[in-house]
T-cell receptor, first 115, second 114 residues
Framework: DAGVIQSPRHEVTEMGQEVTLRCKPISGHNSLFWYRQTMMRGLELLIYFNNNVPIDDSGMPEDRFSAKMPNASFSTLKIQPSEPRDSAVYFC?????????????FGEGSRLTVL | AQSVTQPDIHITVSEGASLELRCNYSYGATPYLFWYVQSPGQGLQLLLKYFSGDTLVQGIKGFEAEFKRSQSSFNLRKPSVHWSDAAEYFCAVGAGTGGFKTIFGAGTRLFVKA
């Protein structure tokens, strides 16, 4: 069974450009999470969805960040315009709904470098 | 709000020696607790979890963890470390309704020397 699939694995862009990161969760999982990992701040929860509905986006740094989940099998995280401080590894994770194990299944991450 | 503290940024142990990684949490109710491992360039993988019941939980790769409510701790242990255990280890606490929000500690990087 395929795990969480993220694309692109690596992205290098220039400041001011739009960046779109993509995620396909595990089929049947109801919750999807976007995390950002940096050396300075560790793993930060940006936003999470349950049944395609955003539940908590309090971790989204600012209005330049937006996330969507148009259906159960796809989510995007968009940064527009991008800035050098957005450089990080962005992870998507999916999980069965509360009442099951709560275990998160992570993708391999998208490493973003903004020059 | 829930939070997780991992007081050790990095730890070095000799291969074959025992290991204990510390984790303290803050949460108002009975927590859901997890340990994850991250190898370089990879996503995180669940080692073990605690929801209720026996406070000593067994995980994959020979790891175990003990939940101590009185100390708000959930320390990870392994009796004999292998070189392949070198990685970063994250303690996490989960809570919430309408979904499942998991907050991670800062991580402890484990180095294994021959």
């Amino acid at each position: 069974d395929a795990g969480v699939i993220q694309s692109p694995r690596h992205e290098v862009t220039e400041m001011g450009q739009e960046v779109t990161l993509r995620c396909k969760p595990i089929s049947g999982h109801n919750s999807l999470f976007w995390y950002r990992q940096t050396m300075m701040r560790g793993l930060e929860l940006l936003i999470y969805f349950n049944n395609n509905v955003p539940i908590d986006d309090s971790g989204m740094p600012e209005d330049r960040f937006s996330a969507k989940m148009p259906n159960a099998s796809f989510s995007t995280l968009k940064i527009q315009p991008s800035e050098p401080r957005d450089s990080a590894v962005y992870f998507c994770a999916s999980s069965l709904e509360l009442g099951n194990t709560g275990e998160l299944f992570f993708g391999e991450g998208s490493r973003l470098t903004v020059l | 709000a829930q939070s997780v503290t991992q007081p050790d940024i990095h730890i070095t142990v000799s291969e074959g020696a025992s290991l204990e990684l510390r984790c303290n949490y803050s949460y108002g109710a009975t927590p859901y607790l997890f340990w994850y491992v991250q190898s370089p360039g990879q996503g995180l993988q669940l080692l073990l979890k605690y929801f209720s019941g026996d406070t000593l939980v067994q995980g994959i790769k020979g790891f175990e963890a003990e939940f101590k409510r009185s100390q708000s701790s959930f320390n990870l242990r392994k009796p004999s470390v292998h070189w392949s255990d070198a990685a970063e280890y994250f303690c996490a606490v989960g809570a919430g309704t309408g979904g499942f929000k998991t907050i991670f500690g800062a991580g402890t990087r484990l180095f294994v020397k021959a």
